[in-house]
């Protein structure tokens, strides 16, 4: 089993800035791509950023505002989110796709946490 779980969801103003946070743990022999998706209520799911087989996506709306990062070591990834909106009021949830030390691949999705923005 692969595990996922994310920190630093919370509530903040517009303008303001937080980072979220997604571990990795279990019988992980490599992650070929992690990232973030969020969904906001009557939204459909949709692509925040993501890291695939070294390179970087944003979707389009948090393009020049976020920014993703990995530690490969630890698998983790990280993204900080600059110059918040409304609009980007939702549940993060991270996903991670790899390979167990098994040689078993694997799709996993976290629990997700609350980012709410503040007008």
């Known amino acids: 089993q692969v595990q996922l779980v994310e920190s630093g969801g919370g509530l903040v103003e517009a303008g303001g800035s937080l980072r979220l946070s997604c571990a990795a743990s279990?019988?992980?022999?490599?992650?070929?791509?992690m990232g973030w998706y969020r969904q906001a209520p009557g939204k459909q799911r949709e692509l925040v950023a993501a890291?695939?087989?070294?390179?970087?996506l944003y979707g389009d709306s948090v393009r020049g505002r976020f920014t993703i990062s990995g530690d490969n070591a630890k698998n983790t990834i990280h993204l900080q989110m600059n110059n918040l909106k409304p609009e980007d009021t939702a549940v993060y949830y991270c996903?991670?796709?790899?390979?167990?030390?098994?040689?078993?691949?694997?799709?996993?999705w976290g629990q997700g946490t609350q980012v709410t923005v503040s007008s």
């Open positions: 996903n991670a796709n790899g390979r167990t030390t098994l040689f078993r691949d694997f799709g996993s």
């Open positions: 279990g019988t992980i022999f490599r992650i070929n791509s």
């Open positions: 890291i695939i087989k070294g390179s970087t």
